[in-house]
Structure formats: structure tokens, C-alpha cells
């Protein structure tokens, strides 16, 4: 007997069954594939946007770091910086070298680390210890040091260098025993080759820490604590890498050093202590007064540097010329033999020794 059912059997409908099943098989194809896309344009589209801040970052730590040793950093000089950058992370390195009597001498590499999160890290590859006689040294070079006319007489690398062979070429930084005027400097200095200026609150700080340091050591005594002797800290001397000023550049376009280049350093005083609105009409206004023509200055997006914003205090921009700029030290390179006579000037407080080559 033929199998019964109690459903007919009906062509017509099992073509609209396979046909319902094939058009939602197509439907589901069509919306794993457009989540798929979708999915993959909006990670596209974040990771595009991740690097476009990256770079902008790694562009404006670049920058940053130029900048930053236009205003600090005895003698150092930029010398390029690298990008490594792949698909969510990257990499700047921005080379510094010293001129050390025409010696270039590698000296420090400001190294950060980025990614597409917003993550921003400082990588240090430098090697920087000090001694117990308060000497300095990167990279196994002497680190030069400033010590301000404020403070007593001390010990100084006179007699260190006075031993070396005459032919070393040796790098050598000469504090005053006061301030003096580019004017004044220029012609006792000739071969100056970067200038220190003592920033705002830096002598006020130098009081607060002996201050500070002489009441701690009070408190011992009168506490009867009895301490090992310590090494004779002195709070005066200032590091050449942190200290302020500027670079006398040393090419034909600037015939009449240093007036040429610290007109320079103060009109990149002028254009950074401020933020772009205000620096714009700070130099438009001073264009104005020279008599210049300012109408077509523009300025590119920049942020307020803390560096130059510490000296334009301390200078008090828009008040100086640059004859009466008042420096308290310089920085010489040459031979022994050839800065030696220089160090004997009435107007030397303190010399300290810095990179030495022995040729």
C-alpha cells in the first residue's frame, strides 16, 4: 500500500521553500560580509586615526627637542633625528653632538617611544654618574659646570688643565665673577662659542637648598644622631646640559658674532614664550617698530616652551638691546695651549674642564 500523509505533496511549495532558504542563505552571506567590512573599515578607520596623532606627536617631540636646546644645553648642538615607525607603534631619536675644537663628539640622544593609544614613553640609552669631587660624566666624557659670581671661591680644573699636554683639544667652561654685557664679553672673548645666562630664581633656589640643608644637619645635632661624614655638597655648581643660553654660530652669514646670534636668540624668545595668537602680534608689533613690513607674517601652530618663557623673564623681552644682554659665563674649545691665557683673565670666577681629546 502507498505510504499515506496527511499533507499532499505540493511541487509549488517545496520550490518556495528552497527558494526562501536560498534567499536567506544569501541574506546571511550579505550581512557577515558587510559586518565583516564594516568591522574592518572602522579598525581601519581607528588605526588610521591612532597613527595620524602618532606622527603628529612624534613630529611635535621632534620639534620640542630642537627647541629646547636652542635655550639650554652648554655647547650642544642639534644633529638630526631618526623616525621608526610601523604599523601601532614608533620611535624618535634626536641626535646631540658638542664641536669640541672642531671635533664633532657625539653626546646625548633623546629617544621616545609611541603608539596608536596615546602611550608615550622616554627611553634612556645615555650613561650619566657623577664622582665623589661633584665631577660629571656622560658617556665617559666630563660634563662642564657653571658656578654662579654669588657664590664663595672654590676649587676649580685651573691646575687640572694646567697639567694636560698643550696640543689636548679640550672644551672648557668659564664662569664671572659678575655680569657682563654681550658688549663687554664680546672682545675679552672672542672665540666664545655659547654663552651662559643665569635664569630666573636660579640664585634664590641655590639659597633655599643650603638653607634647607643647614637646618636638616641642625636637627641631627641636636637629636644626637651620629651620621658618617659626608661628602661636601655644593649646591652652586649648575650642569652644562640643564644650563641656559645661547650658541654663538660660527658661519659667514653671521659676520659680526655674538650680536647676530642672540638677536636671533631673542627674537626665538619672542616667538616662543608665548602661545601662536600671542606671539603672532608680539613680533607683528616689534616688525612695526623696526619699521618692517608684518603684514604677510604667520606664524605656524606652536605651544608656549617653558624654556623660553623662564628667559623671557629672566631677560625681560622687549626691554633688552642686544649690546646690554648680560651673560655670566661662555664656553671655550681649542687646545690647551690655546685657552689657557683666557683663563687667566681677572673676570674668571670659576673654569671647569669638559670634553678632552687627547689630539
Given at each position: ?189 672672542p ?9 630666573n ?41 640643564n ?13 659680526d ?14 616667538m ?14 616689534k ?6 613690513d ?45 685657552v ?20
Amino acid at each position: 500500500m502507498e505510504k499515506s500523509s496527511i499533507f499532499n505533496e505540493d511541487q509549488a511549495f517545496q520550490n518556495l521553500v528552497k527558494n526562501a532558504k536560498r534567499k536567506s542563505f544569501k541574506r546571511i552571506v550579505f550581512i557577515t560580509i558587510s559586518v565583516i567590512i564594516s568591522v574592518v573599515l572602522l579598525l581601519w578607520g581607528l588605526i588610521a586615526t591612532g597613527q595620524y596623532f602618532m606622527y603628529k606627536e612624534m613630529d611635535k617631540q621632534t620639534t620640542q627637542n630642537y627647541l629646547v636646546n636652542t635655550f639650554t644645553g652648554a655647547n650642544i648642538q642639534g644633529n638630526g633625528s631618526n623616525y621608526d615607525h610601523f604599523f601601532l607603534a614608533g620611535t624618535t631619536k634626536s641626535h646631540m653632538y658638542k664641536d669640541v675644537n672642531g671635533h664633532q663628539v657625539s653626546w646625548l640622544t633623546r629617544e621616545h617611544f609611541y603608539t596608536i593609544l596615546g602611550t608615550k614613553a622616554a627611553v634612556y640609552t645615555d650613561s650619566v654618574f657623577h664622582n665623589s669631587n661633584n665631577t660629571i660624566y656622560r658617556n665617559n666624557q666630563r660634563v662642564i659646570q657653571f658656578y654662579p659670581y654669588t657664590q664663595p671661591k672654590i676649587e676649580d680644573d685651573l691646575a687640572y688643565l694646567k697639567s694636560l699636554p698643550p696640543y689636548y683639544s679640550v672644551e672648557v667652561a668659564i664662569s664671572f665673577n659678575k655680569k657682563l654685557t654681550l658688549k663687554e664679553m664680546a672682545p675679552q672673548f672672542p672665540t666664545a662659542q655659547w654663552t651662559w645666562i643665569i635664569e630666573n630664581g636660579l640664585l634664590e633656589s641655590i639659597e633655599e637648598r643650603k638653607k634647607s640643608e643647614e637646618e636638616w644637619t641642625e636637627s641631627q645635632k641636636e637629636a644626637s644622631v651620629d651620621f658618617p661624614e659626608m661628602p661636601t655638597t655644593n649646591f652652586g655648581l649648575v650642569n652644562g646640559d640643564n644650563a641656559y643660553g645661547f650658541q654663538i654660530i660660527d658661519s659667514p652669514a653671521y659676520s659680526d658674532n655674538p650680536f647676530q646670534s642672540a638677536e636671533q636668540f631673542l627674537d626665538q624668545i619672542d616667538m616662543y614664550a608665548y602661545d601662536e595668537k600671542e606671539a603672532l602680534a608680539f613680533l607683528k608689533e616689534k616688525m612695526v617698530e623696526r619699521g618692517e613690513d608684518a603684514s604677510g607674517l604667520a606664524l605656524h601652530g606652536h605651544e608656549k616652551l617653558h624654556e623660553a618663557e623662564v628667559l623671557k623673564n629672566t631677560i625681560g623681552i622687549g626691554d633688552v638691546e642686544v649690546n646690554s644682554l648680560k651673560v655670566s659665563g661662555v664656553v671655550l674649545t681649542g687646545t690647551i695651549e690655546e685657552v689657557l691665557p683666557y683663563l687667566e683673565n681677572d673676570i674668571v670666577h670659576y673654569v671647569s674642564a669638559g670634553v678632552i681629546l687627547p689630539y
